[in-house]
């Protein structure tokens, strides 16, 4: 029955689907949902440091079930996409009903579509075109190019963009995120095509895919629901990519790889990530939230992810502290004392 539980993901686009056919100020239930209600249970759940034992891995690599509940969320998305679409552009809302509409579909796209795309980006083919999928509704399919191959080898480093900098507001950490990840994806793609001794225009170049797919996409909505259906699409995405950088945030603040004696960064350790343990947290976005282990093997699936004392522990779960982090001077007051003395300094 517990492999049942990540079953409780898909209750933020079901909050979704609710606040669009109750209308009014319920289409705000989403992130009322998700950053209101769970923190406040989070407070009231236990945070568990177990891990799983060997035997009972293996029998949990082997569950389907597993890879199928990431799977559906490609239905789930496009198929909430469509809803929100035709109901928002054939019936009569207010504007603040809209806005409520676009943030709380920005969230699904955020949670069930890059964190689920993020998972599968990082397994076989097949699973890596699902996982691009769904991050194009985000308008944000660099993310794979640029994750996979950028973020991974730099960072808790100066180099990486999607590390927060020591004292960095999260407002500011999404102006040099986004714009920083997005220059790193070209310049990692065309690093690619030179060493496949490919040109600019190659069908190779996953880039100029990745604009042709989010251009036909948001050229399909304005064709089917007009002027209106476009914004909602776009800026549904934006609210989408900026719920992902708000989580890269978090998930790396302040934390430094120190340069050895060669000159060269040392590898990336436990220590280099923030963790949470707290249950609905963890189930929500799944065990996203036990990224040191991922970023030591970032093939290994979210049902096998493993807790490591040696990891910096944030004091809440990641829907609490994405919701401290929109208040810097309290971000900061809880946030800079957990940060090592010696990472610190790395920071300057």
């Not at 992130?31 to 799983?52: C, D, H, R």
């Not at 999928?133 to 808790?156: D, Q, T, W």
């Not at 190659?202 to 797919?213: A, E, P, Q, R």
């Amino acid at each position: 029955m517990k492999d049942l539980k990540y079953f409780c993901a898909y209750t933020i686009p079901i909050a979704a689907l609710i606040g669009l056919w109750l209308e009014g100020i319920y289409t705000y239930l989403t992130p009322i949902y998700a950053f209101g209600f769970i923190p406040l249970l989070e407070l009231f759940t236990s945070a568990s440091t177990s891990n799983t034992g060997d035997t009972e891995k293996d029998s949990l690599t082997k569950k389907r079930i597993f890879d199928w509940m990431l799977y559906v969320n490609l239905p789930i998305i496009y198929g909430l996409l469509a809803i929100t679409l035709y109901r928002a552009t054939t019936v009569s809302l207010q504007t603040y009903e809209l806005v409520g509409i676009i943030i709380s579909t920005g969230i699904v796209l955020g949670t069930n579509g890059i964190n689920v795309g993020h998972e599968l980006g990082h397994r076989n083919t097949y699973e890596r075109f699902l996982g691009k999928a769904l991050l194009l509704p985000s308008l944000y399919m660099h993310f794979y190019i640029e994750h996979n191959f950028g973020h991974h080898l730099k960072v808790a480093t100066k180099e990486d963009p999607a590390t927060a900098k020591y004292n960095q507001p999260v407002y500011l950490f999404w102006v040099t995120s986004t714009i920083g990840q997005y220059l790193s994806s070209w310049k990692i793609q065309r690093n690619l095509l030179k060493k496949n001794n490919s040109s600019f225009f190659s069908i190779k170049n996953d880039m100029l895919w990745y604009h042709l797919f989010i251009g036909i996409y948001l050229l399909f909505t304005f064709y089917i629901f007009g002027l209106l259906g476009f914004y909602i699409a776009f800026f549904s995405g934006i609210v989408g990519f900026l719920l992902l950088e708000t989580i890269n945030y978090i998930e790396h603040y302040g934390l430094r790889r120190n340069k050895t004696n060669s000159g060269r960064y040392e590898r990336v350790r436990e220590i280099h990530s923030w963790n949470s343990n707290h249950a609905l947290g963890r189930i929500m976005l799944y065990e996203l939230t036990r990224h040191s282990d991922h970023h030591h093997r970032a093939s290994k699936k979210y049902q096998l992810l493993d807790h490591h004392d040696e990891s910096p522990q944030l004091p809440f779960g990641y829907p609490t502290s994405m919701v401290l982090s929109l208040f810097p001077p309290l971000w900061f007051m809880i946030m800079n004392k957990r940060v090592p003395d010696t990472m610190k300094k790395s920071n300057t």
